[in-house]
């Protein structure tokens, strides 16, 4: 059942409440081909270290962290 929005733009339902602020979240890209994917943040307020992150586009799993500013890649230490 997919719900009917009285305008696209705003996202604001048929009832007339906001259902969410779509401005404040972004979604972490894949540092490997660039393309967004599913997982939401809020900028200033999540921080993730070590997310092991899904890309359904490349089909590869990459560590990301998301300092709640910018994002990089994690990668591990080189042991001696």
């Not at 259902?19 to 900028?43: E, L, S, W």
């Not at 990459?62 to 890649?73: A, L, P």
Request: charged share 25%.
């Amino acid at each position: 059942m997919t719900r009917g929005w009285r305008n696209e733009s705003e996202r604001v339902d048929i009832g007339g409440q906001s259902v969410y602020n779509h401005k404040q979240k972004m979604k972490i890209v894949c540092p490997r081909c660039g393309r967004p994917t599913g997982v939401m943040v809020m900028p200033g307020q999540t921080v993730l270290r070590c997310f092991p992150l899904w890309c359904k586009y490349c089909k590869c799993e990459s560590i990301v962290s998301f300092d709640g500013e910018s994002q990089r890649s994690w990668s591990p230490e080189p042991t001696a």
